[in-house]
């Protein structure tokens, strides 16, 4: 019961309202639709490529035993690993392989700061938003002060605004965003190891170019 009188739905729909409205207005379409879905992260084990490796590192067995072509049968989930091998089967040179793994995990980054920028943001606007509920509730109050029955009202208004501002903004967005920035630095630092795997794959099938151009 206690808990309850912590309540207010008024103060809530200023604060929460608010700090949605805000967040919406300035932040554009992509970027919200990103920051939303990156939730999904918090959720899961950091990013580890291992898995990654290992596989690059079977694909590279495969093609000196059998050629660089036999990788286009691969079935490979990672995105940017299967671009890089696309490009390999299809005799890209090493350096435009590094180049495109590259700007691949440059998106990524990218995509993981505009997500946690996006609840830094709303972390920000938060306590604004439980002052603008809380000068609602002042106004409030001061407009009923001939019925002593209604200040009430306005005053929990107003200090319940302060208190949803402080607790959005320090327990929900602020760790969000902190630990959405914490799991692209991970992303990051994993994902740069499978550049050097990736750009040997790619010079195996180099030597063998200069012999196809001087056969044709």
Do not use: C
């Amino acid at each position: 019961m206690q808990l309850m009188t912590l309540l207010d739905p008024v103060a809530l729909a200023i604060v929460g309202g608010g700090t949605v409205l805000v967040t919406i207005l300035r932040t554009p379409f992509r970027d919200l639709v990103g920051g939303v879905g990156a939730l999904r992260i918090l959720w899961r084990t950091p990013f580890d490529a291992e898995r990654l490796l290992r596989q690059v590192a079977a694909l590279t067995r495969i093609s000196r035993r059998h050629g660089v072509f036999q990788l286009d049968r691969a079935v490979i989930a990672d995105g940017d690993v299967a671009a890089a091998v696309a490009m390999i089967v299809d005799g890209a040179e090493p350096d435009e392989v590094e180049a495109l793994v590259r700007h691949r995990r440059r998106a990524r980054i990218d995509r993981h700061v505009a997500a946690a920028e996006l609840w830094a943001a709303a972390a920000e606007t938060a306590p604004a938003m439980g002052m603008v509920g809380t000068l609602i509730g002042l106004a409030r109050m001061f407009a009923d002060m001939e019925d002593t029955s209604k200040i009430g009202a306005g005053m929990a208004v107003a200090l319940m605004a302060t208190l949803y501002g402080a607790l959005l903004a320090n327990l929900v967005f602020a760790p969000i965003a902190a630990r959405l920035r914490a799991a692209g630095r991970i992303e990051a630092s994993e994902r740069a190891q499978l550049d050097a795997p990736l750009v040997a794959l790619a010079a195996l099938q180099a030597p063998r170019q200069p012999s196809l151009q001087s056969a044709a």
